[in-house]
C-alpha cells in the first residue's frame, strides 16, 4: 500500500524555526524559567502534531465541517458565559478534561471556512443580499468574542470573515460607501463608542510623554528596550530593559521588544523574513488553490494573519495604541499557538491536495 | 458556473489577493524603517536611556578640608566616629532583630520607633538605615564578638566635624550642617538622587553654613565622589557597578592665630564685644573674635532643643557675630583720621594751639559741645589733643571742615564700607553724608552734624573690623591691605597722603596715648615690654549734658557707654593692628585697653 504524506517543508520548516526561537525568547523574557519554557513546548509539540494531522485530511472536509464548527464556537461562546470562570473581569476560558483554553479561538477557524463555504458558488459581484447576510454573521461572532469582554481577539475574528467576504468579490462600490460612512461617523464614535481608557491609549500614543510612569510607560519602554539593541543587539540574556522589569509583558505581547533588544536589528530582519517566506508561500497556495473555496480559505487567513502581525509590532514599536494581540507563534500562550497551529495545518493541507478528492 | 464565470473569478480573487499582500508588504516595510530608525538612527539616544534606566547614580560626598591656622594648629577637623549601619533588605524578622540587638546595645524607645518607620521602605529599595549613631569604644567592642549572629548590620565609619576649640573660632570659621538644597544641582547626578546620597558624615550632606566654612565651601568640599548601582523598574538596587572617586576638599591655611584668638577670648571672658588683629605686612586677620560665642560642634553635629533655645532667647545673641556685623559710633578713635584731615586741608597745624574750657560753642546757635574732662584740658596743640583726648579741639576742627571733603577723606580710610575680602556677610557701617541724612530723615545736614563727626559720634557706625583696618592704616603710615582670612598679601589696598612729618608726629602722638604720663590709655603702659601705639575712646549711647545725668542713666548696663581702643605696636615698627570694642564698657583705656594688649603680647612674643 502507498502512503502519501501530505505536507510542505518550507512552511513547516518557517513554523518551526519561529517557534524555537520564540522558545528562546521566552526562556529570557521569563528569567529563566524552564517551568514556562517546557509547558510552552508542549504546546509548540501538540500544535505539531495537530498541524501534520490536518495536513492529511482533504480539504472537502473542512468544507463539510464548517457549519457545524460556526454552531459549535457559538455554543462555546454560551458554555463560557455561563460557566466560564471570571478572571480580571472577563470570562474567556473553558475547562475540558483539564485543560483551560479560550472559547473564542475556534471563531478563527469556522468564521472563514463558513464564509468561504458559503461564499463560494455565488457569482461576482456578490449581491447585496448574500452581502448582508455574510456581514450579520460576521457581526454577531464578533459581537459574542467582543462581550467576554476580548477586544484584540474580536477584531481578529470579524477581520477573518471579512477577509474572506472581500476576497470572494465583495462590489468596490460597497467597500467604497462603508468607509465613507466611517470616516464620517468616526467623531461619533469617539464621542460614544470609545471608552475613557481607550481614548487615553490613542491618545497616549500621539505624545507618551505627557504621562511617563502610567499610560505612556509601556510606549517609551518598549522604544528604549528596542532603541537600545541597536544593530547586534545587547546580547542573549542581556536586555537591562527586559531583565529590570522595565519593559511590560515581556512574555506575551511584547515578546518582539524583548527579541528587538537582545538581538538587534539583525534579529529583527531574520524573524521577518521568516514571516515573509511563510507568507510568500501561503501566498503561492492561494492563488494555486484548486477552487474556489480553497482560495477563499488560504487567502482569508494569510491576511488575517498578517494583520495580526502587523498590528502586534506596530503596537511594540508605538505606532499604533496598545492593543492586546500576541505574536504568532512567538508569544507565551497556548490557545492561540495551537489555533495558530490549525489554521496552517489547514493552509498545508490545501497547499498540498492539487487534485479534487474523488466523490 | 461557466468556464468563463470560473475565470473572471479567479482573476479577481488573484487581484484582490495580490493587492492587499502588496499593500501589507509596504506597511511591514514601513515599520522595519521605523525599527531601523529606532535602532540604528537613533540608537545612541536609547542606549543612554536604557543605560539610565538601569543604573542608578548614587552621590557620595568627600571629605571635607580641615582648617588650620597660621601655625598650623588644626582648628577645624573630620574626627571618625562610628555607626550601627543595618541593610534591612538582609534582615527577615524586624522585631526578632530588634529584641536581640537590644540585648547586645542598648536602644531607647525612640531609635526604635524611627527605625521602625523606616525599615520597610528601605527594605524594599536595598537601601542602608542606621540604628545607633556615635558608638562608644565598649558598644563597639560589644558589638564585635557577636556581629555574626547580626549578618544584616555593620559598624559603619561616620565623620564628624570637630573643633577641639569650639567655642574659640565660632563666627569666623563658623560650621557646618545638613546641606540645603542648592547643592543638589550638580551635574551628572538626577535632583531626586540626593536623598540617597551615601553619607560620610554622621549628620548626612553637609556644607559651611557661616564664616569660613561657608565662604571656602567650595574648595573645602572638593569634589562629589558617585557610585552607580543597578537598579530594576521598582527601584529596588542591585549590584554596585562602578565607583568614581571624588577628590577630597583642600585644607584651608588661615591667617588665624590660636594664641592670640585665646587671649582674646580669655581677656574678654564673656562679656559683650568684639576683638579684631591685623597682621599688617599681609592685611591676615589674626584674630576676629566675637563675644559672647556658642559652640560650633554643638551646631555642626546635633544640638538640642533645648541648648537652641537657650541660646536663640540669649538676650547677649551670642550667634551675633559682632566682628563683622556690630555697629558702633567709632567716638574718639576717630580723632587721628580728622587730626589728618585738619593737617591735609590746612586747617590745623601741629603747632596751633586753642584754649580748651571743657566745652565748644557751637558759633551759629550757641549749642555747647562738651568734653569728658570737666574744666577742660587748658592750652592744647593737636599733640595733647590727641593723647588726651581733647573733644574741643576737634569740635573745633571739624566746625572748620567742609563735610563733603572730610566724608570722602573718612571714606578713604575705610569708613562705610565692607572691606574684608572673604569675610562672610560684613557689614558696610556707616558713613553719614548729607544726602543720606536727606534721603533718611527728610532733613538737612546741619554744622551740629559735622561738629558731632569731629570725635566720632553723632550718625557715623564702624564695625570691628573697619576699626581694626583703620588701626593698620594708621600703623602703616598711608597704605594698608584690605582684611582677609589667608596667609598671604591680599592684593587690594587702600591709601591716603600725607607728610612724612604727619605720620612720624601722629605715631608719636599715639605712642605717647599709652606710654605717655597723661595718655588716656596710661595704665596700659606696664603691661607689657614693647611699645604700643592706640587712641581710645569711649562711645556714647545717650547724648547728655552733664555727669551727673550719666550717673543716673549708669543703672541700666544697656545705656553705659562703649569701650574702644584702637593700637597697633610694637612701635616704632609696627607689625599688628589691632581694635577693640566693648560693649557698654565705659572706659576705652581701662576696659578695652587691656584686651588689646594681651592680644598684642600673644602675637609680639609669640
Redesign the interface.
Known amino acids: 500500500m502507498n502512503i502519501k504524506l501530505y505536507g510542505d517543508w518550507i512552511i513547516a520548516s518557517c513554523i518551526l524555526m519561529l517557534t524555537i526561537f520564540g522558545l528562546f525568547f521566552l526562556y529570557s523574557a521569563s528569567e529563566g524559567s524552564f517551568d514556562i519554557v517546557l509547558k510552552q513546548a508542549v504546546f509548540v509539540i501538540i500544535g505539531f502534531a495537530l498541524f501534520f494531522s490536518l495536513a492529511q485530511i482533504d480539504p472537502e472536509h473542512f468544507r463539510r465541517l464548517a457549519y457545524i464548527l460556526l454552531a459549535g464556537s457559538f455554543i462555546l461562546m454560551l458554555i463560557t458565559a455561563l460557566f466560564g470562570p471570571e478572571i480580571n473581569g472577563a470570562q474567556r476560558w473553558i475547562r475540558v478534561l483539564g485543560i483551560s483554553f479560550q472559547s473564542s479561538e475556534l471563531f478563527k477557524v469556522s468564521l472563514p471556512l463558513s464564509m468561504a463555504t458559503y461564499l463560494q458558488y455565488k457569482k461576482l459581484p456578490i449581491s447585496m443580499k448574500d452581502t448582508f447576510f455574510c456581514l450579520f454573521i460576521i457581526g454577531i461572532s464578533a459581537l459574542t468574542v467582543a462581550i467576554q469582554p476580548d477586544l484584540g481577539t474580536s477584531l481578529l475574528v470579524a477581520l477573518s470573515g471579512l477577509f474572506v467576504l472581500f476576497l470572494a468579490g465583495l462590489s468596490w462600490s460597497f467597500i467604497g460607501i462603508t468607509f465613507g460612512i466611517l470616516i464620517i461617523a468616526s467623531p461619533f464614535i469617539w464621542n460614544n463608542l470609545l471608552r475613557p481608557f481607550q481614548k487615553e491609549r490613542i491618545l497616549t500614543l500621539f505624545n507618551p510623554e505627557s504621562d511617563p510612569f502610567g499610560s505612556g510607560w509601556n510606549i517609551i519602554q518598549s522604544r528604549i528596550a528596542i532603541g537600545s539593541g541597536g544593530i547586534s543587539g545587547k546580547g542573549y540574556g542581556e536586555g537591562s530593559q527586559t531583565h529590570f522589569n522595565f519593559l511590560p509583558e515581556t512574555q506575551t505581547d511584547f515578546i518582539f521588544a524583548v527579541a528587538a533588544e537582545e538581538f538587534g536589528f539583525i534579529g529583527v530582519v531574520v524573524i521577518l523574513s521568516l514571516f515573509l517566506i511563510l507568507s510568500l508561500r501561503t501566498l503561492y497556495f492561494a492563488l494555486n488553490a484548486r477552487d474556489r473555496f480553497c482560495r477563499l480559505v488560504v487567502g482569508g487567513l494569510l491576511l488575517t494573519f498578517l494583520f495580526n502581525l502587523l498590528v502586534n509590532i506596530s503596537m511594540v514599536i508605538g505606532l499604533i495604541p496598545v492593543v492586546g494581540m500576541p505574536l504568532p507563534f512567538i508569544s507565551k500562550g497556548g490557545s492561540s499557538m495551537i489555533t495558530l497551529f490549525i489554521l496552517f495545518g489547514i493552509i498545508m493541507s490545501i497547499g498540498s491536495h492539487k487534485t479534487l478528492m474523488q466523490r | 458556473?461557466q468556464f468563463e464565470?470560473?475565470q473572471?473569478?479567479?482573476n479577481?480573487?488573484?487581484n484582490?489577493?495580490?493587492v492587499?499582500?502588496i499593500i501589507?508588504t509596504v506597511?511591514?516595510i514601513g515599520?522595519?524603517g521605523?525599527?531601523?530608525y529606532?535602532?540604528?538612527s537613533?540608537?545612541q539616544?536609547?542606549?543612554t536611556?536604557?543605560?539610565s534606566?538601569?543604573t542608578y547614580t548614587v552621590p557620595v560626598q568627600s571629605l571635607r578640608g580641615q582648617i588650620f591656622d597660621r601655625n598650623g594648629n588644626l582648628l577645624v577637623g573630620n574626627q571618625a566616629t562610628y555607626d550601627l549601619v543595618t541593610i534591612p533588605s538582609q534582615i527577615q524578622d524586624l522585631t526578632i532583630f530588634l529584641d536581640q540587638i537590644s540585648k547586645v546595645l542598648p536602644l531607647s524607645d525612640n531609635a526604635k520607633q524611627n527605625y521602625e518607620k523606616l525599615f520597610k521602605s528601605k527594605a524594599t529599595f536595598n537601601r542602608e538605615l542606621v540604628l545607633i549613631k556615635d558608638l562608644t569604644d565598649e558598644q563597639i567592642a560589644s558589638f564585635q564578638v557577636r556581629s555574626f549572629r547580626f549578618p544584616g548590620a555593620f559598624i559603619g565609619k561616620r565623620y564628624r566635624r570637630i573643633s577641639q576649640f569650639p567655642e574659640l573660632f565660632s563666627h569666623a570659621v563658623g560650621y557646618t550642617s545638613r546641606a540645603s538644597a542648592n547643592i543638589l544641582n550638580l551635574p551628572g547626578i538626577p535632583s531626586r538622587n540626593w536623598k540617597d546620597a551615601e553619607y560620610i558624615y554622621a549628620p548626612g550632606l553637609i556644607e559651611g553654613q557661616l564664616g569660613l566654612e561657608k565662604i571656602y565651601n567650595d574648595s573645602l568640599s572638593g569634589s562629589y565622589g558617585k557610585k552607580i548601582f543597578?537598579?530594576?523598574?521598582?527601584g529596588k538596587l542591585?549590584n554596585l557597578v562602578k565607583v568614581f572617586q571624588g577628590s577630597p576638599g583642600e585644607d584651608l591655611h588661615t591667617s588665624l592665630d590660636l594664641a592670640a584668638q585665646q587671649a582674646a577670648h580669655q581677656s574678654m571672658n564673656g562679656k559683650r564685644g568684639a576683638v579684631v588683629a591685623i597682621h599688617l605686612p599681609t592685611g591676615g586677620l589674626n584674630v576676629a573674635y566675637s563675644s559672647p560665642t556658642f559652640s560650633i560642634n554643638e551646631f555642626a553635629n546635633g544640638i538640642d532643643q533645648e541648648s537652641f533655645d537657650s541660646i536663640i532667647q540669649d538676650i547677649n545673641k551670642p550667634l551675633f557675630n559682632r566682628a563683622l556685623k556690630g555697629r558702633y559710633p567709632p567716638a574718639s578713635s576717630i580723632k587721628p583720621a580728622i587730626a589728618l584731615y585738619g593737617l591735609n586741608a590746612g586747617l590745623t597745624s601741629w603747632d596751633r594751639a586753642i584754649n580748651d574750657p571743657g566745652f565748644f560753642v557751637l558759633p551759629e546757635d550757641g549749642r555747647i559741645y562738651r568734653g569728658w574732662r570737666e574744666g577742660g584740658h587748658g592750652a592744647v596743640n593737636l599733640t595733647k589733643a590727641l593723647v588726651q583726648s581733647s573733644n574741643t579741639y576737634f569740635f573745633d576742627l571739624a566746625y572748620q571742615s567742609d563735610i563733603n571733603q572730610l566724608t570722602a577723606h573718612l571714606d578713604g580710610m575705610g569708613f562705610g564700607k565692607a572691606l574684608c575680602l572673604d569675610c562672610f556677610d560684613e557689614d558696610p557701617g556707616l558713613l553719614p553724608t548729607p544726602g543720606w541724612k536727606y534721603a533718611q530723615y527728610n532733613r538737612g545736614w546741619f554744622t551740629g552734624d559735622t561738629v558731632n563727626m569731629g570725635v566720632g559720634q553723632g550718625y557715623i557706625l564702624a564695625t570691628p573690623v573697619q576699626l581694626a583696618f583703620y588701626a593698620s592704616l594708621l600703623a602703616n603710615k598711608g597704605a594698608a591691605r584690605l582684611p582677609h582670612f589667608g596667609q598671604n598679601e591680599s592684593d587690594q589696598l587702600l591709601a591716603i597722603k600725607t607728610s612724612d612729618i604727619n605720620w612720624s608726629k601722629l605715631h608719636k602722638a599715639l605712642e605717647l596715648v599709652v606710654e605717655g604720663p597723661s595718655g588716656t590709655a596710661r595704665r596700659l603702659s606696664e603691661l607689657k615690654s614693647f611699645k604700643v601705639a592706640a587712641k581710645t575712646g569711649t562711645a556714647e549711647l545717650v547724648s547728655l549734658d552733664s555727669k551727673e545725668a550719666y550717673a543716673e542713666i549708669r543703672s541700666d548696663v544697656l545705656q553705659r557707654d562703649h569701650a574702644i581702643i584702637i593700637a597697633f605696636g610694637p612701635m616704632p615698627n609696627p607689625e599688628y593692628a589691632v581694635s577693640v570694642v566693648i560693649e557698654n564698657g565705659e572706659s576705652g583705656g581701662l576696659v578695652a585697653g587691656p584686651v588689646a594688649i594681651e592680644v598684642l603680647k600673644a602675637l609680639i612674643q609669640k
Open positions: 458556473m464565470e470560473r473572471k473569478e479567479r479577481s480573487f488573484s484582490r489577493a495580490l492587499s499582500f501589507f506597511l511591514f515599520v522595519l521605523r525599527i531601523f529606532l535602532q540604528i537613533t540608537n539616544a536609547y542606549l536611556a536604557a543605560e534606566n538601569r543597578e537598579i530594576d523598574a521598582k542591585h
